[in-house]
């Protein structure tokens, strides 16, 4: 069940609840009886809104799990000169901005 937040402008309290995707939080009393709170001096009928948040993302940590995922890992080394962190089989470990042959041939890596 995913988390949210939710905002009552009555008494500008910020509540974190989690909510099943189906399920619509539209009161100050809903959240509070949710979130197992008291409702204090505000109405239960008090509106409340969802805030919107950044979604919550894992990345892989290592280099070989970017590169058995199939992402590109690039790192600067110098002015205009990038190691390939991630190069496979065939492909150049040190990439020049200035000479389109280092450049990952992304024709073999990308695949519908």
Excluded at 24 to 49: D, F, H, M, R
Aim: proline fraction near 7%.
């Amino acid at each position: 069940m995913p988390t949210y937040d939710y905002h009552c402008p009555e008494n500008d309290r910020v509540v974190e609840v989690l909510v099943g995707f189906d399920e619509n939080v539209e009161t100050w009393g809903q959240l509070c009886k949710l979130a197992e709170i008291p409702k204090g001096n505000t109405s239960e009928e008090t509106p409340v809104y969802r805030l919107l948040g950044a979604p919550g993302l894992a990345f892989p940590k290592s280099n070989t799990e970017l590169k058995n995922l199939g992402f590109t890992k690039l790192v600067r080394r110098d002015k205009g000169v990038y190691e390939n962190v991630t190069a496979g089989e065939g492909e150049s470990k040190v990439m020049k901005a200035d000479d389109p042959s280092s450049m990952p041939n992304l024709s073999k890596t990308i695949r519908d």
